[in-house]
């Protein structure tokens, strides 16, 4: 082979017709503003501690992908209000792909060995992911309802504000079931007048409805669809957090959060909530 003919297999020219004057054109560094986005990472250990980098920037990545969930979310909710159920289900579709990606950062921060972490631990302070507001708002958008968190977030009125607001409004589920209601599946009003700044409760009368959708699933197809979607972000989201509890444990061990839990064993009981219980149980009922 020639010289030519190998440097050619290694180098691309650019075409002609590629922009490279953006004085007066918006370019891709100005339309993500990355001057402002890339200039977020300001460690604090001292000396530099190699490994603070990694944590923030997975931190930070995180808080953006929940800026979407929320932002699909919402957007899913007020659909199903418009009985507009198929653009609901593509929100969905993309909740449980950011999902995907959240869960899967986790083998990256799984990186930061114990020695390596007790090297940046002390200049976390008393910060931790138990306060990500975000977070918050996305598991008060699925129907984990806690007015005890609201308060945690007074430091920030911005932010409690926004919980304070989501506390009070149908989660994405009660919206679903008023979705039912309203198509004639006799959803128990006990549902659909409920406080919604209360945790929700399971409801028996609710499994009935569900079980009838699942005898018949081409009878009420999109509802069965949506209901499978449910349990999937539900799954999804027990995924991710079984695996925060295990990054922990490998992490710290039996330690105390920076935030004041109890670390693993409060993350572990995070495992036992559950969003839409009746979509659950009414598995116990097929074929039954």
């Not at 060995?113 to 200049?123: L, M, N, V």
């Amino acid at each position: 082979m020639s010289t030519n003919a190998a440097d050619s297999r290694s180098k691309r020219d650019l075409e002609g017709g590629i922009k490279r004057d953006f004085r007066r054109k918006l370019s891709y560094g100005d339309y993500l503003h990355l001057d402002l986005l890339l200039s977020a990472q300001q460690p604090l250990s001292d000396p530099p501690q190699h490994d603070e980098l990694l944590f923030i920037i997975q931190h930070q990545t995180s808080e953006l992908w929940l800026k979407l969930l929320v932002h699909e979310l919402r957007s899913a909710r007020t659909l199903l209000g418009q009985d507009d159920l198929a653009p609901a289900l593509k929100r969905l579709a993309r909740v449980k792909h950011v999902q995907h990606v959240l869960t899967d950062q986790w083998s990256v921060l799984a990186t930061l060995t114990p020695s390596e972490y007790a090297e940046i631990r002390p200049f976390l302070a008393s910060s931790s992911g138990f306060q990500s507001a975000q977070y918050r708002e996305v598991e008060f958008l699925l129907g984990n309802k806690n007015a005890d968190m609201v308060e945690v977030f007074g430091h920030d009125p911005k932010a409690q504000s926004e919980l304070r607001t989501l506390l009070h409004e149908p989660s994405l589920y009660d919206a679903f079931l008023a979705y039912l209601a309203r198509r004639g599946y006799a959803v128990p009003e006990a549902l659909l007048t409920r406080d919604w700044s209360q945790p929700y409760v399971h409801h028996e009368g609710l499994v009935d409805v569900f079980a009838e959708v699942y005898a018949a699933p081409h009878d009420h197809w999109g509802v069965y669809e949506t209901c499978e979607e449910l349990v999937d972000i539900e799954d999804n989201f027990q995924q991710w957090r079984f695996r925060h509890l295990q990054v922990v444990q490998r992490t710290i061990g039996q330690k105390t959060g920076t935030g004041g839990s109890t670390g693993v064993d409060f993350l572990r009981r995070a495992l036992d909530l559950t969003f839409f219980p009746e979509l659950y149980e009414v598995r116990t009922r097929i074929g039954s």
